[in-house]
């Protein structure tokens, strides 16, 4: 059975940073492509970052460019999503994705697994 938990959300005050973990399991990590999104109340499931399997084509929303930075590691089974400087706009809880396909898409069909979500709280 796949698993992906994330992990590292809280409270950071505007301009801070926070670190996100998703550590997948019952999948062949190498395989997959994997991505970030975030959904604050009200709103939409949002892109936030994704890359394929091997770590390479990344993309990032338009929101976050600039300021947020996905990496994976292979061997651990686990991607990572550095936030920096934080707004009160990035409020939302946070869920990791992964595609079989192995890519990283924009939107939220093509993704097999999700995380439960940790959410992340910016105050002002």
């Known amino acids: 059975q796949v698993h992906l938990v994330e992990s590292g959300g809280g409270l950071a005050q505007a301009g801070g940073s926070l670190s996100l973990s998703c550590s997948a399991s019952?999948?062949?990590?190498?395989?997959?492509?994997m991505a970030w999104f975030r959904q604050a109340p009200g709103k939409a499931r949002e892109f936030v970052a994704g890359?394929?399997?091997?770590?390479?084509?990344?993309s990032y929303g338009d929101s976050v460019k600039g300021r947020f930075t996905i990496s994976r590691d292979n061997l651990k089974n686990t991607v990572s999503l550095q936030m920096n400087s934080l707004k009160s706009e990035d409020t939302a809880i946070y869920y990791c994705?992964?595609?079989?396909?192995?890519?990283?898409?924009?939107?939220?069909?093509?993704?097999?697994?999700w995380g439960q979500g940790t959410q992340v709280t910016v105050s002002s």
């Open positions: 994705a992964a595609a079989r396909a192995g890519a990283s898409y924009v939107y939220a069909r093509p993704y097999d697994y």
């Open positions: 019952g999948l062949t990590f190498s395989d997959y492509g």
């Open positions: 890359g394929s399997r091997t770590g390479g084509n990344i």
